[in-house]
Nanobody, 124 residues
Framework: QVQLVESGGGLVQAGGSLRLSCAAS????????MGWFRQAPGKEREFVAA????????DYVDSVKGRFTISRDNAKNTVYLQMNSLKPEDTAVYYC?????????????????WGKGTLVTVSS
């Protein structure tokens, strides 16, 4: 079992940056593909970014490509999401996710474990 705790959310002006962190419990962190999803008010939760077990593979939703970077430190059981050039439409609760399958981590129903989320608000 994996428990996920996000941090790093907050209020930032458009064009600014934030780095989200997700600390995972458990001794098998390196066996999980990790990802970030977000949910804006009144909208469905959507995939944002994912990273493979080793960190060698990454995937992003088109709307964040070139602005967001996902990374992981298996020694620290932590995954990060560096968010640059933030836009008001990036405002959402951001959730950390874990899955045993690389092909599953990009889909809501493929996620095995969720964090409780951290709020990111981008003002215009």
């Amino acid at each position: 079992q994996v428990q996920l705790v996000e941090s790093g959310g907050g209020l930032v002006q458009a064009g600014g940056s934030l780095r989200l962190s997700c600390a995972a419990s458990g001794r098998t962190f390196e066996r999980y593909a990790m990802g970030w999803f977000r949910q804006a008010p009144g909208k469905e939760r959507e995939f944002v970014a994912a990273i493979s077990w080793s960190g060698g593979g990454t995937d992003y939703v088109d709307s964040v490509k070139g602005r967001f970077t996902i990374s992981r430190d298996n020694a620290k059981n932590t995954v990060y999401l560096q968010m640059n050039s933030l836009k008001p439409e990036d405002t959402a609760v951001y959730y950390c996710a874990a899955s045993t399958g690389w092909g599953q981590i990009t889909h809501y129903y493929g996620v095995g474990y969720w964090g409780k989320g951290t709020l990111v608000t981008v003002s215009s």
